[in-house]
């Protein structure tokens, strides 16, 4: 479809985010008119990619790009639930979302819905994570977001907001473990010429 790739184009090229973002627009208004499911599933993927970027450099703050995002997760996985790529970036945006949701109003009346649809996020991108890793077990990057999944949820149950007992102590024992295993990979796996992750790297200094 002419809209997908035009705005693919200024996707890679990185000079016009705005008018790929009008493209891609248009091509989900037409997404019933891609000539085979294999485009339609790259068109998915793409537009993901570009939501999650959007919303990275809106300051993390625009939930309604997060929605978009789920709309077009939604579709893709009618096409399939085995795509790497599709999972990495799918995995992304429900880490944004559980981040969303953990640091949201923490009034009484609101703390325990978002924190169950926090737990919930949190759940979908960790196993969307695990997913993307059984196809693809040397990306990287999936080890990376795994990482910055656990130390988020690490930090949420050690604050002062997050609820303290046994039962969670047990499992910020259980978070750590996974941390220290996906960051490890995430080493082994990232090539020395990528500059390695700011967050994590704080994290660990």
Known sequence: MGHFRLGLLYKKTGEAYISAGSEFSMAWKNRKRFANSQEELEFYTEYIDYLNHKYETQGFKNQSILSKSMEVIQEAFKLTRSDPELLIHSALTYYYLYREKSK??????????????????????????????????????????????????????????????????????????????????????????????????????
């Open 104 to 205: 949201s109003d923490k009034t009484p009346t609101r703390t325990s819905t978002n924190r169950k649809r926090s737990d919930a996020y949190f759940e979908i991108s960790e196993k969307l994570v695990q997913d993307a890793n059984k196809l693809n077990p040397s990306d990287y990057r999936t080890y990376l977001l795994a990482c910055k999944l656990y130390l988020d949820k690490i930090g949420e149950l050690t604050s002062e907001t997050g609820q303290s007992g046994l039962g969670e102590s047990e499992e910020v024992g259980i978070l750590k473990n996974k941390f220290a295993d996906s960051l490890e990979k995430y080493k082994t796996f990232k090539s020395a010429s990528i500059p390695g992750d700011p967050y994590i790297l704080k994290s660990i200094n």
